[in-house]
């Protein structure tokens, strides 16, 4: 039934129902992110927060001040690296164990998808804590694995070269099950007549791969994509557990990460606001460019 | 012959995947049981020599962690709660009720889905300093039951709720808030479960917020609690693997225990039309 024949009534209720749950999202979110960016256009900072009287109207400034501040674009080169080597490893890693569990060869499925995802769940500050000391070059079980293959010990999160690929490792670890229960649920929608009716035409496994396979997982890696996009764009405790906020020499140092310390370490709020709307150009910018490829490749 | 071979590479790679996933957390419950430095010994040992229980203790008494846990169960159950009540009634009321709007509401909302939250926190946290909200509980807890994902949620699952149930009552004079009550939350039974224990999981391991709000170690969840002690206690691994296992153990069990109904709620969200 169209909603648009609705009945007074049934549309009263409706409204009821939703009120509660609309009256959240827009107080609690939406009125939020609007006033982020009235925010950024302000010099709030400590003094404001003590006499509301403090505060000026300064248009753009800020977002002067932040893109000529060579912290901005350490934070952002980071977050990058983070984003596009993370999220490639995270869902290729992901793609190779959903392809595995997926297997015809495949014993004891559900332990193994239990397994995947068990890191999924645990709590990332947590984990952080761990990944800490598994990383230390005297005795942490990295380096010492690293050892058995004859490979000097390296200062993972001490060393500015290996700092960020450690925080990656971490976040591929943690986030690789979610994706692959996502990219397993999707190969099981993929019907088996499709693949039966290429082998018949002669089609190699390579071919049934490339043609099949990964086009009709398009969808899933779509949202996959977004998700995170959206998800490794906002990093943040990792370097606030594993390397006190950003060490060694900022080379840990995320957009998020700027954010908080200017916000809440520092109370330049107004500034602080600008670091967050530039976030959320970006994240928007690249949802976008990721759903335009969907589009295209669906034309 | 072949195919004997295909099965020996296919379970040792998950063998192996399994061992890289497993490692860290079998790791941390191992070193969490071991006396002060025996984790960081050279040679490191793998497992403890005599299992102790008293980084535990420690926690517990000396660092006074237990109230932590209070805190983190207390705010995630609130949070759920609070979610499930708010999500449910959206959920249905898209799925079920026809009123002018209706589609471009949701859609508008699904919008708003990409939207990064920590860009709301700056303004959000002004909104609760002049409510007076910060350091509170409620402060901690009335964030994520701004939470859009569950309506998603719910009303997927409520649209196969048939309307000639809900007409019947309607014919029979019921209200509709006790429809809602008396026949739709016991029908949403199951996406209930999924959506409570997605809001729970989320909301107990949720850093950046409770972190900017609760400004009172008394009022710590346990994320932030162990941030904290990981800039005075570093060195202290075995008492930290402590902190990090009594985080992450309750999330884990419980995750173990309705297993199906989390990874339904995983995939029903990842499905998206």
Do not use: C
């Not at chain 2, 590479?9 to 006396?35: D, E, F, K, R, Y």
């Not at chain 2, 809602?180 to 479960?193: D, N, S």
């Amino acid at each position: 039934m169209p909603a648009e024949r609705a009945a007074p009534h049934e549309a009263r209720a409706a409204w009821m129902f939703l009120a509660p749950s609309l009256s959240a999202i827009t107080l609690l979110f939406l009125v939020p992110i609007a006033a982020a960016f009235v925010l950024s256009l302000t010099d709030f900072d400590i003094y404001a927060l003590g006499d509301s009287s403090n505060v000026r109207f300064i248009g753009l400034k800020n977002y002067g001040v932040l893109l000529a501040d060579p912290l901005l674009w350490k934070a952002m080169r980071n977050t990058a690296l983070f984003l596009f080597v993370g999220g490639p490893l995270t869902l290729g890693v992901a793609l190779g164990a959903a392809l595995l569990l997926h297997s015809r060869l495949a014993r004891a499925k559900g332990l193994f998808r239990t397994i995947f995802f068990a890191p999924y769940v645990t709590t990332l500050v947590a984990v952080a804590v761990v990944f800490r000391y598994l990383y230390h070059p005297r005795f942490g079980l990295i380096d010492r694995a690293l050892a058995f293959f004859g490979i000097p010990p390296i200062d993972w999160l001490g060393d500015p070269r290996w700092a960020m690929p450690a925080i990656i490792l971490l976040a591929v670890w943690k986030n690789f099950g979610y994706a692959t229960i996502l990219l397993v649920a999707g190969l099981q929608n993929i019907p088996e007549s499709i693949y039966e009716a290429a082998r018949i035409d002669g089609a190699s496994p390579w071919q049934l791969f490339r043609k099949i396979t990964i086009p009709l997982l398009a969808p899933t890696f779509l949202f996959l994509g977004v998700m995170t996009t959206i998800g490794y764009f906002q990093f943040f405790a990792e370097p606030y557990v594993m390397t006190d906020g950003g060490k060694p020499l900022n080379a840990t140092l995320s957009v998020g990460l700027l954010m908080y310390k200017n916000g809440f370490r520092w109370w330049n709020m107004g500034y602080a606001a600008s670091i967050a709307f530039v976030l959320f150009v970006v994240v928007l910018a690249l949802t976008a460019v990721q759903f335009w490829i969907e589009r295209r490749r669906e034309a | 012959m072949s195919r004997r071979i295909g099965f020996l590479l296919v379970q040792s790679a998950l063998v192996a995947g399994a061992a890289v996933a497993l490692t860290p957390l079998l790791w941390m419950i191992s070193a969490s049981l071991m006396p002060p430095g025996e984790a960081s010994s050279t040679p490191p040992r793998f497992l403890p020599s005599r299992p102790t229980l008293g980084n535990y203790l420690d926690l517990f008494t000396r660092l006074s962690l237990g109230r932590a846990v209070g805190n983190s169960l207390l705010i995630a159950a609130a949070a759920t709660l609070g979610v499930l009540l708010l999500n449910s009634m959206a959920g249905y009321a898209f799925a079920k009720l026809r009123f002018p709007g209706r589609d471009r509401v949701f859609a508008a909302l699904m919008a708003a889905l990409v939207i990064p939250a920590p860009v709301a926190m700056l303004p959000l946290f002004l909104m609760m300093r002049s409510a007076g909200l910060v350091n509170s509980y409620l402060g901690a807890a009335l964030p994520p039951m701004a939470g859009i994902i569950g309506v998603f949620l719910i009303r997927q699952f409520a649209r196969s709720i048939p309307d000639d149930l809900l007409d019947a009552a309607r014919l029979e004079g019921a209200g509709e808030f006790w429809i809602y009550w008396k026949i739709v939350l016991p029908l949403l039974r199951p996406v209930l479960a999924t959506l409570a224990i997605v809001t729970f999981l989320a909301t107990w391991n949720d850093f950046i917020w409770p972190l900017v709000i609760l400004t009172d170690e008394s009022r710590y969840t346990l994320p932030v609690a162990l941030a904290g002690l990981v800039g005075e206690h570093s060195a202290d691994l075995e008492l930290m693997m402590a902190g990090s296992v009594l985080t992450v153990l309750p999330v884990l069990a419980l995750f173990l225990l309705l297993q199906r109904q989390y990874i339904e709620g995983i995939t029903l969200g990842g499905v998206k039309e």
